[in-house]
């Protein structure tokens, strides 16, 4: 999974339900400051918070993974 992948499958989750960043970073234990970061592309998260974040993106399916791209 790729994080531009993530942040855009975060974003859309939080637009279809309405969810401000503040709600989000509340009910998922990460930092509000560091989702912004994140959303706004400015920085990555960490693999934590990546991981409490990943049920609310998902749910109970997770995505199948990414396969590397060509070097070409």
Request: glycine fraction near 6%.
């Amino acid at each position: 999974m790729r994080q531009d992948d993530f942040r855009t499958a975060l974003r859309a989750v939080m637009a279809r339900r309405s969810l401000t960043q503040t709600a989000v970073a509340q009910a998922c234990g990460v930092e509000q400051a560091s989702l912004s970061r994140f959303l706004r592309g400015e920085k990555g998260l960490s693999g934590e918070s990546v991981f409490k974040l990943l049920p609310l993106v998902y749910g109970t399916s997770l995505p199948s993974p990414t396969p590397p791209r060509d070097a070409a």
